[in-house]
């Protein structure tokens, strides 16, 4: 298996990451960082343990104590997808090994077992700012991705108004109100795969299954949600909260996946959602949502932008594998 135990050229130990290095990763990751981002790196430790082929998480151990630690996942379907594609989400080594060839070697066996898992490419996402860390992506390879990184603020859309904020006759009322929304369900897994492959030709449903299965496994966070009218199932979108991918180091929501039924286009359906998901967001303390577009969807662009959506300071870097 490509998790195993790897020697590299300096005789180092590259292995899989496990419980008893949390603290010491969160050490390494807190004098990177300035703040401690544990919860983090406990839920990614223990989705491993869940599903071993879809997180690869890595230990870089020299004179048999970890100088640092990589943190990846496979992901099959999101932001559009056609194929499995690897995102490295932390990745740091401590300042005493800088140059010794640690980071280089995470890499290097992350897109051995990428490869092995039948990832196309390797993504990640940093700020534009940080120029230690892009120009170790330039390095190792990696370019920057044909996809844009949007965020907003959490919130109230522009105009939006509830239902008695405003006249009947008033067409700038975006109440989610006018079309019901509601928590996803495992029941509602054949509705949404069906939508999925009215709009993309695409099926998907074991993207989907994991994703929902994912969604009801966060106790007490919903951010995955049908929209219905006349109580017909009209889109979805699936969301996660992000507790410290790509080195952030505060709560940010992802949004995954959108999709609205054709039948139902003009109808509101996607503002409903959206509308919908900042709410609960905002009940959650989460301050902003970012989601990725390839730069040429320029329908799905103009929605995003009518909503709030501007380019956000985070570049997407990719490789083929």
Known sequence: MADTNTKSPEGTTIRTLTPEDIDRVVEIDRAITKQSRRGFFEKRIEAR?????????LAYVEKGV???????????????????????DALGTTEAVRGHGGGRALMAELEKIARGRGAKELRTQSSWSDQQLTHFFAAAGLGLAHRLVLDRPCGKLANEQSIGETSQDDSRDLSRDVVPVRSMTLEDLPVVTGLDRRVTGRDRSGYYKRKVAEALQESGIRLSMIATVDKSPA???????????????????????????????????????????????????????????DWDNFELLAFLKGLGFQPSQRLDFVRAL
């Not at 970890?66 to 490295?88: K, N, Q, S, Y």
């Not at 996946?257 to 359906?269: C, E, H, L, M």
């Not at 009940?283 to 949502?289: G, N, P, T």
Request: charged content about 25%; hydrophobic content about 45%.
């Open 49 to 57: 343990r869940r599903e071993p082929t879809a997180f690869i998480s």
């Open 66 to 88: 970890v100088e640092g630690f990589l943190l990846a996942h496979v992901l099959d379907g999101e932001f559009g997808g056609r194929h499995p594609v690897a995102v490295l």
């Open 235 to 293: 889109g979805f979108v699936m969301a996660r909260v992000d507790y410290g991918e790509f080195g952030e180091t505060e709560p940010e929501a992802v949004i995954d996946t959108i999709g609205v039924d054709p039948g139902f286009a003009g109808k509101r359906v996607g503002t409903a959602m959206i509308s919908q998901l900042l709410a609960n967001l905002q009940s959650l303390r989460v301050e902003r949502v970012r989601t990725e577009v």
